[in-house]
């Protein structure tokens, strides 16, 4: 299964994602387009290292693609509309979009949405996930994105939601993540239900 976890914009939250992800996945190998290597470089402070492969070139992506297609694989996109991010989501079963519940973030994932839908015509078979990042712990009205989402039939909100939790921050500070450090914690129980959600949705 290949997973991208992507957006045209950045700051939304698609290392810590990835990164929180990675644990609960067997055979797994980790993708970094990021410019930022933000993966890449938590990785070096942890004991047990994810296995991280960069890319700079399309060429570069086919060939870690081809050489793992036996793998579970995670892409952490950059956060641009790129050449290359755009044939990691084509080639992918699984893209996975954090979104924000404020109006300028729902405006720049309504601007991918158009990305999306040219890439949909690549490879039809594309899941598309929205998933609700870094929300306030209280916070109950999604309703302008639910109706964004409900206007395309490729589209899907995902039930489950990350909020937004010290345990993020802290287990990354660690070189760690909420699962590994604590099961039981609400942050954990948040990356859990998603990673049910993924395999629910990949089997669907």
Known sequence: MIISIAHSKGGCGKSLLTLNLAPLFKDLVLIDLDTQNSISQINQFRERKFKIFQAKKQEDLFNILDDNEDKNIIIDCGGIDSDIN??????????????KDN???ILA?????KVI??????NPDLKVLALLNNVHAQSKDFERLKKLVNKYEFIQLAKSIIRTRADYANCLELGTTVFEKDKTKKASKEIQKLYKEIKDLKNG
């Not at 755009?86 to 979104?99: F, G, H, K, T």
């Not at 839908?117 to 690549?122: D, T």
């Open 103 to 105: 109006s300028f973030e």
């Open 86 to 99: 755009r044939l990691a989501v084509v080639n992918s079963d699984i893209i996975i979009v954090p979104v």
């Open 117 to 122: 839908e040219k890439l949909i015509e690549k």
């Open 109 to 113: 994932f309504q601007r991918y949405i």
